[in-house]
């Protein structure tokens, strides 16, 4: 081989992102799921990788069909990627299925990074994405969470109260907390306010409320799954909890006020130009 440095190329310069792992539903759109949790960690200066729990024949539109991963792979995946990379941060999204999501409970037993837990029940297109049976087993996740962020049809679906007032708010984060989550963001994006979105991170006996400007669009496809990825993202960067949440929903509300006109219904737009998106990483 020969000594000439112009024959054996340039020398490589390693960068050390941090890595978080989405444990999700691939989205074959591309909107949602998977795909947007790792657009979201590539965009915020995340190495990401993916735990797949099943394969989704979906659009901006519909979800057609759903096909759930044997757990045995799921678990596969899990031990494969956590053998090998350092997984600072976890986001968890669709799972489908009771023992998909006991079974990933059991996985993140002793995990030591944190853990951001989306319970993804339905499609921003009204589709079905939970089994009726699989709500219970949540309590299980939930015990392993850093912060659970669900919507306020999920929030209702969990604890049988809307969070549509303050004191509801605070009724259903006392819930979802009992339930075992350390913290709670309540996404305001469901609830019909005077123009603006009220997203309320509740942990212990501190409530912050943040404020964004509610934006009129139906293009919307990817955002739950957008913030969460965004969180778990900011805490891989050893952001603290608020602060993590506040530059996810930054993140998320550039997505949707400058959407990808892509499909009949168009989806958020992880493209947008984000000043800082892409942080510094180490170097060595």
């Given at each position: 081989m020969s000594d000439d440095p112009a024959r054996r190329g340039v020398e490589a310069t390693p960068e050390r992102p941090p890595y978080a792992l989405t444990v999700a539903a691939s989205d074959s759109g591309g909107g949602a799921g998977v795909q947007a949790d790792l657009k979201t960690m590539t965009r915020l200066g995340v190495y990401g990788g993916s735990v797949c729990v099943a394969l989704t024949a979906q659009n901006t539109r519909t979800v057609d069909s759903v096909f759930t991963l044997p757990?045995?792979?799921v678990r596969a995946q899990f031990e494969a990627v956590?053998?090998?990379?350092d997984v600072r941060a976890v986001k968890v999204g669709m799972l489908a299925t009771e023992p998909v999501v006991r079974t990933v409970a059991d996985l993140l037993d002793g995990f030591g990074g944190s853990v951001v837990v989306d319970p993804v029940m339905v499609s921003s297109a009204g589709d079905t994405l939970l089994d009726p049976d699989a709500i219970d087993?949540?309590?299980?996740l939930f015990e392993r969470s850093t912060l659970v962020t669900p919507n306020a049809d999920e929030a209702e679906t969990v604890t049988g109260v809307r969070p549509d007032s303050p004191s509801a708010v605070r009724e259903v984060a006392a819930a979802v907390r009992e339930r075992?989550?350390?913290a709670v963001l309540l996404k305001g994006g469901h609830v019909e306010t005077d123009g603006t979105v009220r997203?309320?991170?509740v942990t212990g006996d501190d409530r912050t409320v943040f404020e964004t400007e509610r934006v009129a669009t139906a293009s919307t496809h990817g955002s739950g799954c957008t913030l969460?990825?965004?969180v778990a993202a900011r805490l891989a960067h050893g952001d603290d909890?608020?602060?993590a949440v506040e530059r996810g929903i930054e993140f998320t509300h550039a997505t949707i006020a400058s959407p990808a006109a892509v499909g009949e219904r168009g989806s958020v737009n992880h493209l947008v130009?984000?000043?800082g998106a892409v942080p510094q990483v180490d170097r060595g």
């Open positions: 757990t045995a792979e956590t053998d090998d990379f087993a949540y309590d299980a075992g989550a350390d997203d309320t991170l969460s990825s965004a909890l608020t602060a130009d984000v000043e």
